[in-house]
C-alpha cells in the first residue's frame, strides 16, 4: 500500500497540475497516495466528490487531504472498503445529508435490521432497510435505538415509494419475520407515536424523498 500524502505535499502536486477543477481517478490516488480502487471506494462513500463526466473533483481532494485524510482507518478502509453494489449506491446519491444531525461528510449506510436478524441471507439488504447517517451517528446514536424511533426517522426522509406507513410497514417485518406471525413487533401506531415525539409536525425536512 502507498504511503499516505501529506496535505501540504498534496496541495503542492495540485498546484503543479495547474489546479485543473477535475482530475481522474488515477490522478487523484496519485495525489492523496493510494490506488484508484481507494478513490473509487472514497467517492461511493461520498468523501469525494466527481462531476458529470465521472471525474473526481480537485476541490473535494485538497478538502479530503486538508482534514487529514483517512477518516475511515479504523473501520475497514485502509485494508480495502467493499464498494457498494449499483442498487445501494443509486439511493445513496438520492441523499446528501445524515439524517439524524444533517452533517453532510462521513454518510454510511446504517442497516435497521440486523443481518443477524433476517430470516433469509441477503434480505436484510432492501431499500425499506437502509438508513443514512454520518459516522458519529451510526456509531453512538443508532446503536442504542429501538426500531420504532429508527423507522421514524425513515418514514420521514425515504417512504420508499410507498403511499402507506402500512405497507411500508408490512414490508420491513417481513425481513425479519416473512410468514408475518409478530405483525404487531412494531405497529404503525409505535412509529407514529415516535414520530410525534421526534419532530415537529410542522416543520418540513426539504431534504426528503417520497
Not at 484508484?36 to 473526481?56: E, I, S
Not at 426500531?147 to 402500512?166: I, V
Amino acid at each position: 500500500m502507498a504511503q499516505r500524502t501529506r496535505p501540504a505535499d498534496a496541495v503542492g502536486r495540485l498546484a503543479k497540475m495547474h489546479a485543473h477543477e477535475s482530475i481522474t481517478v488515477e490522478d487523484a490516488a496519485h495525489l492523496i497516495g493510494r490506488t484508484p480502487d481507494y478513490v473509487r471506494a472514497l467517492v461511493a462513500n461520498c468523501l469525494l466528490g466527481v462531476d458529470d463526466n465521472g471525474m473526481v473533483e480537485s476541490a473535494s481532494v485538497m478538502r479530503y487531504c486538508r482534514q487529514g485524510g483517512d477518516p475511515y482507518k479504523t473501520r475497514g478502509l485502509e485494508v480495502g472498503l467493499r464498494l457498494p453494489e449499483p442498487e445501494i449506491g443509486a439511493w445513496r446519491s438520492l441523499f446528501d445529508k445524515c439524517w439524524m444531525c444533517g452533517r453532510k461528510v462521513y454518510l454510511e449506510i446504517h442497516h435497521i435490521e440486523r443481518r443477524s436478524q433476517a430470516a433469509r441471507r441477503g434480505e436484510y439488504d432492501i431499500e425499506e432497510n437502509w438508513f443514512l447517517a454520518c459516522e458519529r451517528c451510526h456509531s453512538m446514536s443508532l446503536a442504542t435505538m429501538a426500531h420504532r424511533e429508527q423507522l421514524a426517522y425513515k418514514w420521514r426522509f425515504d417512504k420508499c415509494g410507498w403511499e402507506t406507513l402500512d405497507e411500508f410497514l408490512e414490508r420491513w417485518l417481513r425481513i425479519r419475520d416473512p410468514h408475518m406471525r409478530a405483525p404487531e413487533r412494531v405497529t404503525d401506531e409505535d412509529i407514529l407515536s415516535s414520530y410525534v415525539e421526534l419532530f415537529d409536525w410542522e416543520h418540513e425536512p426539504g431534504w426528503y424523498r417520497e
